[in-house]
C-alpha cells in the first residue's frame, strides 16, 4: 500500500470524523441536566459517542475511498489480487475494538455504581402506578400524599416503586434515570436533584391504551420551600 | 447412474458426507429442541418456587408422590422393552418386535390413564394458585409428549404386525425408539423435580 | 412466476403432479378445493372438543368464546387446511402402515405457475414460494407503518384511538419479524444452500414444504387479528405480562400466530442442518463451505435451540388467559418478569437469527462483486460461531431497567458489549476484502455495501444501548426504535434485496433491470436515513416509544420523518414494478452473470430439476478469485487440467 494512499485515507477519515463531531456537537442531544446521575450519565454518553464517531470515521473512509479508487473499468473484467488474509491486521482489529469496550464496560460499571448508592439521610418517596396515573406519597412526612412528586434540591432522594396492575415506568427526561414499576416487586431508583424546577414525568413501558398520556410532573424546590409545603397537611 | 440422471426423473443419488443417517440426526435435533421448550417450562417452575419461593405443595394440597413413583416404574420397564424390540428386529426376530412394541405401548397407555386419574383425584386445579399452574403443566406437557410418543409407538406397531421392518430396514423402530427413550428420561427429570424434592 | 421453464426437460418423463380426477373424487384429491371442506370440519371438531370437555368438567360457561376460537380457529382449523392441501397424505399412508409409494418425483419441481400453489417439495419452488409470501407481508407490514407515521405526523390524535394505534405498531413489527425477515432468509437459504452443497435437494423435502405452508397461516392469523372482538394485539411485539393477559381476545393471535411461525422455523432450521451435515458434495470440507452456508449453519442452531422459549411464553400467556393460570399473576405467586426472561432468552438470539444469514450474503456479493477472495475466511466463519455462543448469554440487556437483580446487569453488560468484537472482525474484513479489489458496483453490491454503512450505524446505536448508565436513559425511547431499524432495515432488510438482486437471474432465469434496482436503491439508501435517524435525536431528548402522542417540542421532527416514511415506502414501489416486469420479459440471464465460483451459478438459469446431472466434485475453496487456475469444483465428470489443491 503506497504511502500517497495512505495519505490521501487518513485524510478521508478526518473529514469523516469531523462530519461526525459536527453531528455529535450542533443538535443539543440531551435534555438540560438536573441531576447529580444525570451529569455521569452525560459522561458515559460523550465518551461512547467519542468511540463511536472514531470507530464510524474509520469504517466510512475506508468505504468512500474503496468505491472511488477500486471501480472496475467497464471493460476490465480480470480479478483483484488474491490476498487471504494478514493476521497481523486480524490481530489489530481484535485487539483494538476489545480494549474500547472494556474502556467503555468499566466507565460504564464505575458510574453505575456511584448512581446506586444513596446518599447520606436520603428522602424516601412511594411512588405507585396504576392505569393510567402516578401517585406519590412521603413516608418520612406522615405518608403525605401528592400527585405532584415535589423534591428539595441537593438532597438524594430513595424512589420506592410499587405497581397496582401492569408494568410502567417512570422516567424524568432530565435526571437521566427510569425504573419499571412491576406488580410483586419493588425495585427503587435513586436521584439526586441539583436544579430546581418543573420536569415531566414519563411512562416509558407500554401499559394499554392511556400509555401515551400516564404523565406526571415533579417539581425540584429549594429545601426550605420543601419542607413548608411537606409539614402542611393535606396534599 | 449418471444415465438414470441425465433423464429428470430422480435425482442424483446425493452424496452422503457424515455417517450419522439423516434420519437420526433430524431426530437428534428436533429432541434437542424439545428439550429447549421443557426448559421453558423449567424456567417458570424456577422463578415460581426458587424466586418467588413459595411452598411446595402449600397446605392443604399434597403430591401422590408414590402414584407417581409406581407410574415412574412403569415408564421406565416401557422402555427396555422398547429396547427389546429394537434388538430383536435387528437379529431378524419378527415376534420379539411385535411383542416388545405391544408391551411398551401398553405400558405408555397405563401411564398416561394413571396420570389422568391423579388429575382428577389431586383436589386442586391449574387455577388453585402458581403451585398448581406449574404442577399441571409441567405433568401435563410430559403427558402431550407422552400422548404423541404413543401415537409414534401405534403407527410403529401397525407396521410391525404388517411386517413392513427387516433387520436391513428398521429405521422407523429407532427413530421412534430413541423418542420414546426421551420422554422417558424426561419423565424422570419432571417427577424428581415436582414430586420429589 | 410463470418463468420457470426447464431446459433439458425430457420428453416421455411425466412431468408435474398426475392430473386430478374428474368429477366428485376431485374433493379427495389434495389440493384448495379439499382444504376448502376441510377447514370447517376440523373447525367444527375444534369446537365440539371445546365444548364436550367444559361440559364434562362442569365448566361454564360452556360455550367460551376465546376457547373456541383459540381450539377451533386457530389450531383445529389451520391443521384442516394443512391435511387438505395434502401436506400430510404420504406420512398419513406411512402412519396407517399402507405401503408408501416410492418416490415418484411428481411432486417435485415447477412446470406451470399452479405448481407454485400445491405442496411442492422441489427447494427450489420452496424457495420461490418463500420469497413472494414475505414480501406480501413486508407490503403489509410496511403498510401498517405508513398508518404509524400518519398518526404521528401531528401531536395529538388524527386518525385512531390510542388502542387502534398500539395494535398499528404491534401488528407492524409482528410482521416484519416472524414473516418477513425470518422467513425471508430462509426462503433465499432454501433456494441457495443446497445448490451451494452440490445437493439435489433438501434432507426432509416433505418437511420443508410444511414448513413453508405454516407461514401463510401465521401471517393470516395475525393479521385477521384487527377483525377480532378488542382490535389487534396491542402490546408491542414483546408482548409483555401481564399487560398481555389483560388486553382483549385479538392478543391470542399474536400467541398463536407465533407458535405456527416459530413451528416453521424450528423445521426449517433442522432441515438446513441435516442437509449441511449429511448432504454435502465430496470434497465440501467446512472450511470450504460458502460463508452463506456456514451462516445459515449457525443461524439454524440459534433456531434450534432459542425459539421453543418464545413458543413457551407465549403459551403461558394463553394459559393464563384462557385456563386463568398463575405464571405471571402475583396475587396467586406468579412471577410477571419470568416473561421478559423466558421472552428474550429466546428474542436476543432472535435478532441475530434475523442478522447472521444476512452476514452470509454479504459475503458471498462483497467477494463475487469486488473479484477477490474473502478476506480472512477461517475468522469470518469462526466470529459467526462466536456470536452464536455469545448470543446467548446476553438476554438481559433488554431489562435494564425492568427490576430484575441488579446484579445481573454488569456481566450482561459486558457479554453484550464483547458482540461487537466478532461483529467488528466481519466488517472490518468486509473492508479488506473490497481493499484493492476490481469492484463492480452492480446492485446487488450496493445494497451489500449500503448495508455494511448502515448496519455499523445501528451496531454502534447498540453499543450506546448495551451500556447500562446511557440504556437507563434511553430505554423505551425512539432511540431504541432508531437502534431497531438501523439493524433490522438497515442490517437485515438491506442484505434481503442484495439476496433477492444477486440470485434474481438464477432463480428467474432473466435479468432484473439494473437502472431501476439502482435507482430503487438510492430512493431507498436516501430515505431510510432521513427517516430514521432523527429518531436518534428525538429519543436521547426524551420521546417514549410506543406513543400515539406526544409533547408539541417534538411536532417538527415528527412530521418530517412522516414526510420521510412515505417516501421510504413510496421507493419500494419501483422494487415492485422491477420485479414483476423483470420476471416477464426481462432477458434471459445466462448461468453465471456475475462470473462467481460456487456451486449455484455452475448450473444453468434456473437450475435443472434435480439441480445436477451428476455430483460435483469439490477440490477447494469457493473464493479463489485472482488465483491461477484455481477451482472450487469440477462438474459433469470433466476434469480440470491441474487439480490446484488450494489451502484455506
Ligand atoms: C438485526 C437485529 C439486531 C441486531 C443485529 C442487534 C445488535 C445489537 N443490539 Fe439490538 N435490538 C434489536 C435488534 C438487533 N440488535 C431490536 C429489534 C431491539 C428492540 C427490541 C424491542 O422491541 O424492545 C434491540 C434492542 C437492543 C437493546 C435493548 C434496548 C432497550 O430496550 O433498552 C440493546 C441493549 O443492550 C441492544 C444492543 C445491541 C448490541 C450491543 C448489538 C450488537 O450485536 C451490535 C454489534 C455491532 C457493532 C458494534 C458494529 C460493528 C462493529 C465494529 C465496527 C467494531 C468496533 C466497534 C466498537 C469498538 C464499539 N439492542
Ligand atoms: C424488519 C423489521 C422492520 C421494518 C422493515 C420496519 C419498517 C418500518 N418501520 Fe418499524 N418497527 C419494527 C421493525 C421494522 N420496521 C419493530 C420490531 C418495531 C417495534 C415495535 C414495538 O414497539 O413493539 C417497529 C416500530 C416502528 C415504529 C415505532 C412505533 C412506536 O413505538 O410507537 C415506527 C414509527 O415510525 C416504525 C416505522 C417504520 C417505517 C416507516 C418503516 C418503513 O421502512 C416501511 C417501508 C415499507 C412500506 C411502506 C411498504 C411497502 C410500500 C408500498 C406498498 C408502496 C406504497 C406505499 C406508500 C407510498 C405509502 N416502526
Ligand atoms: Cu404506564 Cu405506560
Ligand atoms: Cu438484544
Redesign the interface.
Known amino acids: 500500500m503506497r504511502r500517497g494512499s495512505i495519505v490521501q485515507l487518513v485524510l478521508f477519515a478526518l473529514v469523516a470524523s469531523a462530519a461526525g463531531a459536527a453531528l455529535a456537537i450542533f443538535p443539543n442531544w440531551l435534555p438540560k441536566s438536573a441531576s447529580a446521575e444525570a451529569g455521569r450519565i452525560d459522561f458515559v454518553f460523550w465518551f461512547v459517542t467519542g468511540i463511536c464517531v472514531f470507530i464510524f470515521a474509520i469504517v466510512a473512509a475506508v468505504l468512500a475511498y474503496s468505491i472511488l479508487k477500486f471501480r472496475a473499468k467497464p471493460d476490465d473484467d480480470s480479478d483483484g489480487p488474491p490476498i487471504h488474509g494478514n493476521t497481523g491486521l486480524e490481530i489489530a482489529w481484535t485487539a483494538v475494538p476489545t480494549a474500547l469496550v472494556v474502556a467503555i464496560a468499566i466507565v460504564s460499571g464505575i458510574v453505575l455504581a456511584k448512581d446506586d448508592a444513596a446518599g447520606a439521610n436520603p428522602l424516601r418517596v412511594d411512588v405507585t402506578a396504576q392505569q393510567f396515573f402516578w401517585s406519590y406519597s412521603y413516608p418520612g412526612y406522615g405518608n403525605k400524599k401528592s400527585s405532584v412528586l415535589r423534591l428539595p434540591v441537593g438532597r438524594s432522594v430513595v424512589l420506592r416503586m410499587s405497581s397496582k396492575d401492569v408494568i410502567h415506568s417512570f422516567w424524568v427526561p432530565e435526571f437521566r434515570q427510569k425504573q419499571d414499576l412491576v406488580p410483586g416487586i419493588h425495585p427503587t431508583l435513586h436521584i439526586t436533584p441539583n436544579k430546581v424546577g418543573t420536569y415531566p414525568v414519563v411512562c416509558t413501558e407500554l401499559c394499554g391504551l392511556g400509555h401515551a398520556l400516564m404523565r406526571s410532573r415533579v417539581v425540584v424546590m429549594a429545601p426550605g420551600a420543601f419542607e413548608q409545603w411537606a409539614a402542611k397537611k393535606g396534599t | 447412474m449418471s444415465a438414470h440422471a441425465e433423464a429428470h426423473h430422480g435425482p442424483p443419488i446425493e452424496n452422503q458426507s457424515s455417517r450419522v443417517s439423516s434420519s437420526v440426526l433430524g431426530m437428534l435435533l428436533f429432541i434437542a429442541s424439545e428439550i429447549m421448550l421443557f426448559g421453558a417450562f423449567f424456567t417458570a417452575y424456577f422463578f415460581v418456587r426458587v424466586v418467588n419461593g413459595i411452598e411446595w405443595p402449600p397446605k392443604p394440597f399434597h403430591l401422590p408422590v408414590f402414584v407417581a413413583g409406581v407410574n415412574t416404574a412403569i415408564l421406565i420397564t416401557s422402555s427396555v422393552t422398547m429396547h427389546w424390540a429394537l434388538q430383536s428386529i435387528k437379529r431378524g426376530n419378527r415376534a420379539g418386535l411385535q411383542g416388545g412394541l405391544l408391551l411398551t405401548f401398553l405400558m405408555g397407555l397405563v401411564f398416561l390413564l394413571t396420570q389422568a386419574r391423579e388429575y382428577s383425584r389431586v383436589g386442586f386445579a391449574p387455577h388453585d394458585g402458581a403451585f398448581g399452574t406449574i404442577f399441571y403443566c409441567l405433568t401435563g406437557l410430559h403427558g402431550a409428549h407422552v400422548f404423541v410418543g404413543l401415537s409414534i409407538l401405534l403407527f410403529m406397531t401397525i407396521r410391525a404386525f404388517r411386517g413392513h421392518f427387516s433387520p436391513e430396514h428398521h429405521h422407523g423402530v429407532e427413530i421412534g425408539g430413541i423418542y420414546w427413550h426421551f420422554v422417558d428420561v424426561m419423565w424422570i427429570v419432571v417427577y424428581s423435580t415436582v414430586y420429589l424434592i | 412466476m410463470t418463468t420457470t421453464v426447464?431446459d433439458?426437460?425430457?420428453p416421455g418423463?411425466?412431468q408435474g403432479p398426475p392430473p386430478p380426477p374428474g368429477g366428485w373424487r376431485r374433493l379427495l384429491h389434495p389440493g384448495f378445493l379439499r382444504a376448502a371442506w376441510m377447514v370447517p370440519l376440523f373447525f367444527g371438531i375444534g369446537c365440539g372438543i371445546v365444548v364436550l370437555c367444559r361440559w364434562w368438567g362442569g365448566w361454564h360457561p360452556i360455550w367460551f368464546g376465546e376457547m373456541i376460537v383459540l381450539v377451533g380457529a386457530l389450531i383445529a382449523a389451520p391443521v384442516g387446511f394443512l391435511a387438505g392441501i395434502g401436506a400430510f397424505d404420504y406420512w398419513a399412508r406411512?402412519?396407517?402402515?399402507a405401503?408408501t409409494k416410492p418416490e415418484?418425483?411428481s411432486g417435485h419441481g415447477a412446470y406451470s405457475w399452479r405448481d407454485y400453489f400445491r405442496v411442492n417439495t422441489d427447494h427450489k419452488v420452496i424457495g420461490m414460494q418463500y420469497l413472494v409470501t414475505t414480501i406480501f407481508f413486508f407490503l403489509a407490514g410496511g403498510m401498517l407503518a405508513m398508518l404509524v407515521r400518519a398518526e404521528l405526523a401531528r401531536p395529538g390524535m388524527q386518525f385512531f384511538?390510542?388502542?387502534t394505534?398500539?395494535g398499528l405498531f404491534s401488528v407492524h413489527a409482528s410482521l416484519m419479524i416472524f414473516l418477513f425477515v425470518i422467513p425471508a432468509f430462509a426462503g433465499l437459504a432454501n433456494f441457495v444452500v443446497p445448490l451451494m452443497l452440490?445437493?439435489?435437494?433438501m434432507?426432509?423435502p416433505r418437511l420443508n414444504a410444511l414448513s413453508y405452508w405454516l407461514l401463510p397461516i401465521a401471517g393470516i392469523m395475525m393479521l385477521s387479528s384487527f377483525i377480532a372482538p378488542g382490535g389487534a394485539f396491542?402490546?408491542?411485539w414483546t408482548g409483555?405480562a401481564?399487560?398481555s393477559v389483560?388486553?382483549p381476545m385479538g392478543t391470542i393471535f399474536f400467541n398463536m400466530g407465533v407458535q405456527w411461525a416459530g413451528a416453521s422455523s424450528?423445521m426449517t432450521a433442522?432441515?438446513f442442518?441435516?442437509t449441511i451435515?449429511?448432504?454435502?458434495?465430496?470434497g465440501?470440507t467446512f472450511w470450504r463451505m460458502p460463508l452463506l452456508v456456514w451462516a445459515n449453519f449457525t443461524t439454524s442452531l440459534l433456531v434450534?435451540?432459542?425459539?421453543?422459549?418464545i413458543?413457551?411464553?407465549q403459551?403461558?400467556v394463553m394459559?393464563d388467559r384462557v385456563?386463568?393460570?398463575?405464571?405471571f399473576d402475583?396475587a396467586?405467586?406468579?412471577?410477571?418478569?419470568?416473561y421478559q426472561?423466558?421472552f428474550w432468552?429466546y428474542s436476543h438470539p432472535a435478532v441475530y437469527i434475523m442478522m447472521l444469514p444476512g452476514f452470509g450474503i454479504a459475503s458471498e456479493v462483497i467477494s463475487a462483486m469486488?473479484?477477490?477472495?474473502i478476506?480472512?475466511?477461517r475468522?469470518m466463519a469462526l466470529s459467526l460461531m462466536a456470536i452464536l455462543v455469545l448470543g446467548f448469554s446476553v438476554w438481559a440487556h433488554h431489562m435494564f431497567?425492568?427490576?430484575m437483580a441488579?446484579w445481573l446487569?454488569?456481566p450482561m453488560?459486558?457479554t453484550t458489549?464483547?458482540i461487537?468484537?466478532p461483529t467488528?472482525?466481519k466488517?472490518?474484513?468486509w473492508?479488506?476484502t473490497?481493499?484493492?479489489?476490481?469492484?463492480?458496483?452492480s446492485t446487488p453490491m450496493l445494497w451489500a455495501?449500503g448495508f455494511?454503512?448502515m448496519f455499523?450505524?445501528g451496531g454502534?446505536s447498540g453499543?450506546?444501548l448495551?451500556?447500562?448508565?446511557?440504556d437507563?436513559?434511553v430505554?423505551?425511547?425512539y432511540f431504541v426504535v432508531a437502534h431497531i431499524h438501523y439493524v433490522l432495515f438497515g442490517g437485515s432488510l438491506f442484505t434481503i434485496f442484495a439476496g433477492i438482486y444477486y440470485w434474481f437471474p438464477k432463480m428467474t432465469g432473466r435479468q432484473y433491470d439494473e437502472r431501476l434496482g439502482k435507482l430503487h436503491f438510492w430512493l431507498t439508501f436516501v430515505g431510510f436515513n432521513l427517516t430514521f435517524f432523527p429518531m436518534h435525536?428525538i429519543g436521547?431528548?426524551?420521546m417514549?416509544?410506543?406513543?400515539?402522542?406526544?409533547?408539541p417540542e417534538f411536532a417538527n421532527w415528527n412530521l418530517f420523518i412522516s414526510i420521510a416514511s412515505f417516501g421510504l415506502g413510496a421507493s419500494t414501489i419501483v422494487f415492485l414494478y422491477n420485479m414483476v416486469t423483470s420476471m416477464r420479459r426481462g432477458k434471459p440471464a445466462e448461468a453465471n452473470p456475475w462470473?462467481a465460483l460456487t456451486l449455484e451459478w455452475q448450473v444453468s438459469s434456473p437450475p435443472?430439476?434435480?439441480?445436477?446431472?451428476?455430483?460435483p466434485q469439490v477440490v477447494g475453496s469457493p473464493y479463489?478469485?485472482?488465483?491461477p487456475g484455481a477451482k472450487h469444483a469440477v462438474l459433469n465428470g470433466d476434469r480440470a487440467p491441474a487439480e490446484v489443491e488450494v489451502h484455506?
Do not use: C
Open positions: 426447464h433439458h426437460v425430457t418423463v411425466h406411512y402412519a396407517i402402515g405401503p415418484d418425483h384511538d390510542n388502542q394505534y398500539n452440490g445437493a439435489p435437494d434432507a426432509f396491542a402490546a408491542g409483555y401481564p399487560l389483560h388486553q424450528i433442522l432441515n442442518l441435516v451435515i449429511t448432504m454435502r458434495a465430496p465440501m434450534v435451540i432459542a425459539t421453543p422459549f413458543a413457551g411464553s403459551f403461558f394459559f385456563m386463568h393460570t398463575h405464571f402475583t396467586g405467586g406468579g412471577y410477571p418478569l419470568g426472561h423466558i432468552f469486488s473479484r477477490k477472495p478476506f480472512g475466511y475468522l431497567v425492568s427490576g441488579p446487569r454488569v453488560m459486558v458489549l464483547l461487537a468484537i467488528g472482525i466488517v472490518f474484513s473492508l479488506a473490497i481493499w484493492e479489489g476490481k469492484i463492480n458496483f455495501l455494511v454503512s455499523v450505524i454502534l453499543i450506546y448495551g451500556a447500562v448508565p446511557i437507563i436513559h430505554s423505551d425511547t435525536l436521547t431528548q426524551g417514549p416509544r410506543r406513543v400515539s402522542d406526544y409533547l462470473r435443472p430439476v434435480f439441480n445436477f446431472d451428476e455430483i479463489e478469485y485472482g488465483v484455506r
